[in-house]
């Protein structure tokens, strides 16, 4: 089963706009990544922010993290066209070495 | 860095088929993992290994499945008497234990699997 679920599904939006994607989570976690999916490059990571973060920045990247309402939102400032992709949360829980995908926000940015 | 690799690319096999798919991971790197997708879906976690040791097995690993990575390096994952359900890509990736984030995991492009 998948613990992260994105929201919303499917986002288009024009270049330079913002996007934000959230994903919500269902059991303790030690912390939660952003990867980034597209035909031409695979699955890459993104950004990890830990459990007692709150708030962290990577270029035109912004996540925030809520423990008490598990969930956690990126930001994508001034999209480009090349941001074109499907973006996953991934949490790890407490306990074991699994790592558990969302289903994902798949974004259009049109130039 | 020159990447995880997987192979195959691609796989058709007929159903009942057993198949065999290769993941070479970063060197160095002592974390191993498999995953699966389906399409419109997020990977689906299947097993871990640290160095040599299989640590994780998810209960979506049926009996048909099995991984190994015998030295610590390369990794395979075998599916016997394969069904159509299994169609799918199979991603494999890696990470290293005592470099930071540590949990920041690098993926092949994976091996994507049809079964007729």
């Known amino acids: 089963s998948q613990q992260g679920e994105e929201d919303p599904q499917a986002l288009s939006i024009q270049e330079g706009e913002n996007a934000t994607m959230n994903c919500s989570y269902k059991t303790s976690i030690n912390n939660l990544q952003w990867y980034r999916q597209n035909s031409g490059r695979g699955l890459v990571h993104l950004i990890l922010?830990?459990?007692?973060?709150r708030e962290k920045h990577s270029g035109r990247l912004r996540v925030t993290l809520d423990t008490s309402k598990k969930s956690s939102s990126l930001l994508i400032t001034a999209s480009r066209a090349a941001d074109t992709a499907s973006y996953f949360c991934a949490t790890d829980g407490t306990g074991g070495f699994k790592t558990i995908f969302g289903a994902g926000t798949r974004l259009f940015v049109k130039a | 860095d020159t990447g995880v690799s997987q192979d195959p690319r691609h796989k058709i096999t007929k159903r009942g088929q057993n198949v065999t798919f290769r993941c070479d991971p970063i060197s160095e790197h002592n974390r191993l993992y498999w995953y699966r997708q389906t399409l419109g879906q997020g990977p689906e976690f299947l097993t871990y290994?640290?160095?040599?040791?299989?640590?994780?097995k998810s209960r979506l690993l049926s009996d048909r499945f099995s991984a190994e990575r015998p030295k610590g390096s390369f990794s395979t994952l075998e599916i016997q008497r394969t069904e159509q359900g299994d169609s799918a890509m199979y991603l494999c990736a890696s990470s290293h234990r005592d470099r930071e984030p540590y949990e920041t995991q690098y993926f092949g492009p994976g091996t994507r699997l049809l079964v007729l």
């Open positions: 290994f640290q160095n040599e040791a299989q640590l994780e």
């Open positions: 922010i830990r459990s007692n973060e």
